[in-house]
T-cell receptor, first 116, second 113 residues
Framework: EAGVAQSPRYKIIEKRQSVAFWCNPISGHATLYWYQQILGQGPKLLIQFQNNGVVDDSQLPKDRFSAERLKGVDSTLKIQPAKLEDSAVYLC??????????????FGPGTRLTVL | AQSVAQPEDQVNVAEGNPLTVKCTYSVSGNPYLFWYVQYPNRGLQFLLKYITGDNLVKGSYGFEAEFNKSQTSFHLKKPSALVSDSALYFCAVRDPGGFKTIFGAGTRLFVKA
């Protein structure tokens, strides 16, 4: 079974530039998550999709971050414009959704973003 | 609001000795609790979870965790540590009926040969 795919693995940009990250979840997984993991901290949920609908985006800085999952499969997270404090690892995860909320999440390798 | 605490930034243990990585939580109602492990340059991997039932849950790689409702804890344990267990461990909690999983800050486990 293929895991969660993310690209790129690494990205270096200047502040005020834009950047996009891509995620392809495990086939058949209805729920997709984007997390931000700052060095020395645990992952923080940015946005959660159930199929192509948003379940939770309460911690997504909507003035600069956006995400979409148009066909209920792969997803894109965008930052525009980037700030220095956006330097972090961006993790994508997916889980089977069967109407319950205790399924474990499967994580991709992450994208390490450095904003200079 | 739900929260989770991992009071130790790092745990050091000798190979062959038992290990414990601590986790406490705060949530309304009965929690769903998880442990994940992160190896260098790899994504987080699920180890085990507590949903209901037996307070002692067993997971991957010989790990187990004990749910203690009165102490609101969910400590991760292994009877005999391996050098290959050295990694970053995250405890996570989800409020039943809620959508969000909250992760702790992580505990780095270092197993010395």
């Amino acid at each position: 079974e293929a895991g969660v795919a993310q690209s790129p693995r690494y990205k270096i940009i200047e502040k005020r530039q834009s950047v996009a990250f891509w995620c392809n979840p495990i086939s058949g997984h209805a729920t997709l998550y984007w997390y931000q993991q700052i060095l020395g901290q645990g992952p923080k949920l940015l946005i959660q999709f159930q199929n192509n609908g948003v379940v939770d985006d309460s911690q997504l800085p909507k003035d600069r971050f956006s995400a979409e999952r148009l066909k209920g499969v792969d997803s894109t997270l965008k930052i525009q414009p980037a700030k220095l404090e956006d330097s972090a690892v961006y993790l994508c995860a997916s889980s089977i959704s069967s109407g319950t909320d205790y399924n474990e999440q499967f994580f991709g390798p992450g994208t390490r973003l450095t904003v200079l | 609001a739900q929260s989770v605490a991992q009071p130790e930034d790092q745990v050091n243990v000798a190979e062959g000795n038992p290990l414990t990585v601590k986790c406490t939580y705060s949530v309304s109602g009965n929690p769903y609790l998880f442990w994940y492990v992160q190896y260098p340059n790899r994504g987080l991997q699920f180890l085990l979870k507590y949903i209901t039932g037996d307070n002692l849950v067993k997971g991957s790689y010989g790990f187990e965790a004990e749910f203690n409702k009165s102490q609101t804890s969910f400590h991760l344990k292994k009877p005999s540590a391996l050098v290959s267990d050295s990694a970053l461990y995250f405890c996570a909690v989800r409020d039943p009926g809620g959508f969000k999983t909250i992760f702790g800050a992580g505990t780095r486990l270092f197993v010395k040969a």
